[in-house]
């Protein structure tokens, strides 16, 4: 059985504050790794992916991929109260006609003002 | 860029009804992707289209069906509704690797 996991939360940080957001996947074969953010009602988001072993960096968002580890991270900087939101990790693993993704049960992130 | 269309916005149903939802891609996407997310619950794929062809299925019922038609906009089709059916059904469509979701489908079955 293919798995995300995540910790469901809720993770509290105030603002101005990182956040971490983590994920270990149990399939091997898993090539690539994206994080959406999905706010109460609405549909997730796509904020960042990551394919290759190490960090990537977006603006206040980095992610960080171990792949001996099959753990994936997400920090936040600078934490805001709009970045309140639940944040799902999903593992892939493509073949020529696209990508299946495997998701977790997200982590929901509050940030106090 | 126009993204991933989704109708109707919300449904509602009674049980033992068909219900039949909708989905257009981003343009020059060839994958669909259906999930189903229900209250308190991860996103559960449900069905996978790619170039007309399913490509994978979910754990779901064979009353979960769909088709992806040639100018790759997809169909999901729910037989013999039940209330546990209920859910946020989003669809997603991807050129390779990403996906992009649209805002999603919201079914009530009473």
């Known amino acids: 059985q293919k798995e995300v996991e995540q910790n469901s939360g809720p993770l509290s940080v105030p603002e101005g504050a990182i956040a971490s957001l983590n994920c270990t996947y149990s399939?091997?074969?898993?090539?690539?790794f994206f994080w959406y953010r999905q706010y109460s009602g609405k549909s997730p988001e796509l904020i960042m992916f990551?394919?290759?072993?190490g960090d990537k960096e977006d603006g206040r968002f980095t992610a960080q991929l171990n792949k001996a580890s099959q753990y994936v991270s997400l920090l936040i900087r600078d934490s805001q109260p709009s970045d309140s939101a639940t944040y799902l990790c999903?593992?892939?693993?493509?073949?020529?006609?696209?990508?299946?993704?495997?998701f977790g049960k997200g982590t929901t992130l509050s940030v106090s003002s | 860029e126009a993204g991933v269309t989704q109708s109707p916005t919300h449904l509602i149903k009674t049980r033992g009804q068909q219900v039949t939802l909708r989905c257009s891609p981003i343009?020059?996407?060839?994958?669909v992707y259906w999930y189903q997310q229900a209250l308190g619950l991860g996103l559960q794929f449900l069905l996978w289209?790619?170039?007309?062809?399913?490509?994978n299925r979910g754990n779901f019922p064979p009353r979960f069906s769909g088709r992806q038609f040639p100018n790759y906009s997809s169909e999901l089709n729910v037989n013999a509704l039940e209330l546990e059916d209920s859910a946020l059904y989003l669809c997603?469509?991807?050129?390779?690797?990403?996906?992009?979701f649209g805002p999603g489908t919201r079914l009530t079955v009473t």
């Open positions: 997603a469509s991807s050129r390779r690797y990403e996906q992009y």
């Open positions: 399939d091997r074969g898993s090539q690539s």
């Open positions: 990551i394919y290759s072993n």
């Open positions: 999903a593992a892939g693993v493509a073949n020529q006609a696209g990508t299946a993704l495997i």
């Open positions: 343009s020059g996407h060839t994958s």
């Open positions: 289209y790619d170039e007309g062809e399913e490509r």
